[in-house]
């Protein structure tokens, strides 16, 4: 799967979500997923969803734990109040989805499924669980063919997740700095090491398996156990401690300039 990269937007969300379903949309309107979370990061759209998936990224914009204003209420038996949505992105101006973009959302649905134990009935689109009055995401020109493949995908075992991300380098290397960590306390000294490297730097939870190769400049590991973690062979820096509070202090001392990111380079 694509890391899921976040930009948490203060706006328009719910405090709270009975996750119990996953609601799958598109976006009408030109844009890549960084586009979009962008967007509603922003400003008061009136509206939001908590992922947007485009051929190359996955972007989070509400907690999971939020509500979104996607569904369009909190009262019908599928809503704003019980639902992760998804937003499928559509970069081309005839607002098509691109098989890539909807093999990534196949990942991330699983991924969700599996967290949050939802089962496949629980999939739906924005149609079904509007009363079938918006057709999102467009797939109703093919009489909805797409839908049942795409649920198909869902229920086959067969994992790609150590796949095939086509995408040249260039496009993934525009990341400077990926920090990743595998346990809670190393993800607080994540987040601090991502404040004091600013904008350019995201933090990665790695107990998630991605396909790391190419994917940062400059592919951070925060603390972890002394077992190869997912991405181990493509880490450039490893930041670790006997414990994970003197993990904490060396990431501390590079914040507060009394060490170096570059002492930490892997060799
Ligand atoms: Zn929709």
């Given at each position: 799967m694509l890391p899921i990269q976040r930009k948490i937007s203060s706006y328009n969300h719910y405090k709270g979500n009975n996750i119990r379903y996953i609601v799958l949309h598109y976006v009408g309107a030109k844009g890549t997923a960084k586009n979009n979370v962008d967007y509603f990061y922003n400003g008061d759209r009136q509206a939001s969803a908590h992922y947007f998936v485009d051929d190359i990224s996955i972007w989070q914009?509400?907690?999971?734990y939020n509500g979104s204003w996607a569904v369009g209420n909190t009262r019908t038996e599928v809503n704003n109040k019980n639902s992760i949505n998804i937003e499928m992105c559509c970069p081309n101006p005839q607002l098509l989805i691109s098989e890539k973009t909807e093999s990534n959302t196949v990942e991330l649905v699983k991924y969700l499924m599996d967290k949050y134990n939802i089962p496949i009935r629980n999939v739906r689109t924005h149609y079904e669980v509007s009363g079938k009055t918006k057709v999102c995401p467009n797939w109703n020109m093919n009489n909805w063919s797409r839908w049942n493949s795409f649920k198909e995908k869902l229920s086959s075992n067969s994992s790609n997740t150590n796949n095939n991300v086509n995408i040249n380098k260039e496009e993934r290397c525009k990341m400077k700095y990926a920090i990743c960590y595998t346990n809670d306390v190393d993800e607080r000294a994540a987040k601090y090491l991502r404040d004091y490297l600013g904008e350019q730097a995201q933090i990665f939870d790695a107990r998630i398996k991605m396909n790391w190769k190419g994917f940062a400049e400059n592919l951070i590991a925060v603390g972890g156990d002394s077992t190869p973690m997912g991405f181990s062979g493509y880490t450039t820096h490893r930041i670790k401690g006997d414990t994970r509070y003197t993990t904490a202090q060396k990431v501390l001392d590079i914040c507060l300039g009394k060490g170096k990111l570059d002492n930490y380079k892997v060799k």
């Open positions: 914009s509400v907690e999971d």
